[in-house]
């Protein structure tokens, strides 16, 4: 799921690693919440089918939303949901459908610099005012709040000497594109196993 003009590059991470064969999965459908966004044309170029449905379309409703993106989500026999960009707090309906079948990635290491208006740029003046030696990012499972979800997957980057927003936005953006198709992976392998506030990871020989 996108939203905005975000470029889809963390989308683009998963569709790779899924038509490569590195994630045993193949992404079905990239849900938009408009039609200008570069994300979907990028999804189109790489033969995903897109949709669009607007959450302006059912302004004050977020039951209907739900209902239409569960709709969506069900005709295609999807298993997990993946948020790359979506800049809104899911519906409740559709994480109680979806209870740990959905994630998204985040580009800090939580729980620390998360939480309303901890998005984008924000979060990396944060990191770098705050005197912090690491970053990174954290794909998590959604729940109904931001950016608590359980931890699926954690990679650290160095903060370096001279940073601006800008660098280290990079260099966790690059981190991003590893860990989001590696807990794609993981997910597709069924080896998460969400146990309260903990996610283990199974070993591939406990799942053949």
């Not at 938009?32 to 979907?40: K, S």
């Not at 660098?167 to 594109?177: M, P, S, Y």
């Amino acid at each position: 799921m996108v939203s905005g003009h975000g470029r889809g590059s963390n989308m683009a991470a998963i569709i790779e690693a899924c038509q490569s064969g590195e994630a045993p999965a193949t992404v079905g459908l990239v849900l938009g919440t408009r039609r200008d966004a570069p994300a979907l044309e990028r999804a189109q170029q790489a033969g995903v089918e897109t949709v669009v449905i607007s959450p302006k379309r059912f302004e004050g409703d977020d039951s209907a939303y739900a209902d239409a993106v569960l709709t969506a989500l069900a005709q295609r026999k999807i298993d997990l949901v993946c948020l790359a960009g979506y800049m809104r707090i899911l519906p409740g309906p559709v994480v109680a459908a979806c209870r740990n079948r959905v994630m998204n990635i985040h580009p800090a290491l939580l729980p620390l610099f998360g939480g309303p208006g901890m998005y984008g740029e924000h979060v990396h003046e944060a990191v770098l005012a705050s005197g912090m030696k690491l970053s990174g990012c954290t794909v998590h499972i959604v729940d109904e709040q931001y950016d608590t979800g359980p931890i699926v997957v954690q990679l650290a980057v160095p903060v370096e000497e001279g940073d601006t927003p800008a660098t280290l936005a990079a260099r966790v953006l690059e981190a991003e594109h590893r860990a989001y198709p590696a807990a794609v992976r993981l997910f597709a392998q069924g080896r998460l196993r969400v146990e309260g506030r903990c996610v283990r990871v199974l070993p591939e020989d406990a799942v053949q």
